[in-house]
């Protein structure tokens, strides 16, 4: 079954094209019946026919519609097929007869019905005499319309349906009478044998009740764009084609936003099994949007993130209604009489909040002025509007609820008037006010991404994004790795000679750190060394200019033995001891304080001193719960409220307070972040008096899920650069860890057993949490890559693990490699900050080693 719409009708070109394609699945040995809709622009010019009183407009119509169908026969070198002939006169008989024979709707309906039957005689026409026998095919004669309940004439002329169940006797008829056939889409009969319209989408529709008829091997939906998306790509271009869709999960898709298929036309295949797949007319290349039964060989994952503009809410509230028998009956009695569909539903124990969409209902405000009428009978209304449903649709959507948090952070600015889950489990919907819509759209699916809910990690179900596929040129190819091609040959070799080990390539550190200095705003630059204390890594820091952060006196010892005297030192502690502070004033560190109690017991130790204070602005941020280092709940920073009280005691001890300090997390790649930090610090600042510099932390982020943007160097220097023209007087100081090492340390290791369990894989590597904690500790999600197998296609799904004795010695869950063996190198990305300096003894497992290359 292939469809084409109304654009791939409409001129020669396009009808080559499909010439073309059917030809290929021709060659192919598939039987094909192609389902084509009316020209562009033919069904809106029959329904002006419809919609004139007077007949020699209704002719003039006519006549304009034929003239199209003409110009085309005249590109195509056609003669006037028969077929089309006929089709031709009988609209200009109707135009002139008018619906006063036939009774309006039915009229309407035949009128309409034209559109469909003379696209597809041209085509038959024009296939035929490109070599390609096509028999046209009079849907009405297969699709037979269902009387249903509750129907009206209007919906059962207008926006009819069929139940299309395997009819093995039609596709026998068919196949003794050709290889090739072309029908309408759109149309049906009733049992009067009256023509029926299928309603919005029927084209689509008609081609899966085939598909459904004649147990296709598949249906074919060519359009204008590849497919599915994760997003809509007009609002979020970095949204990636969906190449495997189960029909529930697709049908969720195209219900709540998605306008590439008709939510309708996916029921009728599911019990066949008949897949559907979606492609790009204009690419066929590509791999389009396959749509099946549900597989269950791929993770849970969000699988889209739509929205829907112009919901209404309707929200009732009476103190009446907790545990009152037939309180909703009585409300949705009044949703039924006035003709209104409800969509969500929230409740509470004196309030029912409901939507309407306008895609399912006719929001007038009349209609909702009459509703609200009626029902403020039993209860108080009130009608919120215009708001937007925001959905998220995944199979499984509340086993991911806990990766979910940094999206639900999302909406604590925003005013959420509903939240509902689906009871299908296949979606969860925010109703917010409608304006917010178009600028949070982009950064959900960002954050989507990010927090691994949406898992375009797995190359078999996420395609390309649509910038890739479409955009001009603006696509940011991202960065190779030094490891994917330089470098390979070279860590296979380490690989083979001893695992685990970590190694390092310094030119990435050297690169990264010039990035950073190219902040024009930030007068130093430290390096937070507890990321990677390796002495390579820091000389090369030194070298770049780079001062260094450290927190404890390992750190500033580490630091001391391996670069010169000179570069700047920070001793950044957190609940440190007193002589850890007598330390720090042994070297030439700048001492931070960020509680009272050190000034408190140990005044002593900083009489006379300067010390940089760091406070806390009252929130955190970052890619995980567990490194978001301010607000309620972590133990960093002195809280405002006791600044006054930090002031007196300096004073009192003879301490001056030069610099300010605020860290508020890691990893994080909003480029803003830093500018409202450094901006909140200056306006302290200006109470203190005695400060010289302020130091904005680091944090700053690395992106880890395919798709995710990196942080934009140039837009945060011109947003600390706005902040700093506000207050010249301060210097700026940042100290980053992440940013300068992650991606420039992978850890390698060796696969030593498989294991099938239940319906999961386990490739066991030689080590695990011992070497690198992050994924256990913060669910970090790292990039894993066989290294010996970097070419073969990614097969298997594999839960990749360590050999610790924990369950959480996972260092990758559901991860699509190639089948592994015994021996093969496994590399670990972006493990170069936080990997070796967290790693443990534990189990004594051998600690990897640590190779540096130039
Ligand atoms: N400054 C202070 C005061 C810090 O506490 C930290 C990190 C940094 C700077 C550097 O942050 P970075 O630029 O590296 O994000 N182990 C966690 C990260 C913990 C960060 C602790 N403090 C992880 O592996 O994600």
Redesign the pocket.
Known sequence: MMKFGGTSVATLPRWQNIRELVASRRAEGARVLIVVSALTGITDALKQLCAEDDQDKRRACAEGIAQRHHELLGHMQLELPETLGERLAELERLAAEGPAVMGELAWQALVQAHGELMSSALGAAFLTHSDLPTRWLDARDCLDAAALPNQNERTRLLSAMVEAKPDPALATRLAALGEVFITQGFIARDADERTVLLGRGGSDTSASYFGALLKAARVEIWTDVAGMFTANPRQVPGARLLQKLDYEEAQEIASTGAKVLHPRCLSPLREPRVPLLVKDTNRPELDGTVIGPQLSEYAPSVKAISARKGITLVSMESVGMWQQVGFLADVFGEFKKHGLSVDLIGSAETNVTVSLDPTENLLDSDAIAALAGDLARVCRVKVIAPCAAITLVGRGMRSMLHLLSSVLAEFDQIRVHLISQSSNNLNLTFVVDEDVVDSLLPHLHELLIGAGALRTDDSALFGPSWQNLYGRGEAVAPAAAWWREAERQRLLEFGAQATPRYVYHLPTVRAQARKLKTLGAVDRLHY?V??NTHPAILRALAEEGFGF?C?SPGELKAVQAAVPESAPLLF?SNFAPREDFVYAFSTRATVSLDALYPLEHWGDVFRGREIVL?VDLGRGLG??EK?R?GGSGSK?GLPLEQLDTFLRLADAHGVTVRGL?A?L???ILDDGHWAEVYGQLASLAERIGSVAFLDI?????VPSHPGEAPLDVAALDRRLREVKAAYPHYQLWM?????LVADAGVLLARVTQQKSKDTLRYLGLDTGMNSLI?PAL?D?WHEIVNLSRLDEPGTTLYQVVGPICESGDVLGSDRRLPEAREGDVVLVAQAG??GKV?ASPYNLRDEALEIVIE
Request: proline share 3%; net charge positive.
């Open positions: 937070a507890k990321a952060e927190v950044t760091r890619h995980h490194v280092t960093f300090h860290h997390g890691s990893g932390g680091g944090g700053l982020g100290e980053p860890g992440r940013y992050r913060y970090a900050a936080y967290m």
